[in-house]
């Protein structure tokens, strides 16, 4: 189940818990529980929007201004551990 759910949001983009637990046919609160689960272990990360009416009055639920997504993949930076050229080398 939680591939089935990684695999609709590398689909989607993004979801919010209705959209995911419609798809995945479960409740809510079913979902909730496996998204806890994969945030914990960074493969999903839970991003909050500003309301569509530009408010911050906090009226709306809060599963419509939470969506959850796939975290960023880096690319892989060769950079990251730099090689120093010895004194004097002309690389």
Excluded: F
């Excluded at 609709?8 to 806890?36: F, K, P, S």
Aim: hydrophobic share 35%; glycine share 6%; charged share 25%.
């Amino acid at each position: 189940m939680l591939s089935s759910l990684k695999s609709y949001l590398r689909e989607h983009g993004a979801a919010n818990l209705q959209e995911i637990a419609r798809h995945l046919d479960a409740t809510e609160e079913a979902v909730e529980g496996m998204l806890r689960t994969l945030i914990l272990k960074g493969g999903v990360e839970q991003v909050k929007i500003k309301a569509a009416c530009g408010s911050s009055c906090a009226n709306c639920e809060a599963s419509a201004t939470h969506y959850y997504r796939l975290p960023e993949r880096k690319p892989k930076n060769t950079d990251e551990h730099p090689i120093s050229a010895p004194p004097g080398c002309r690389w």
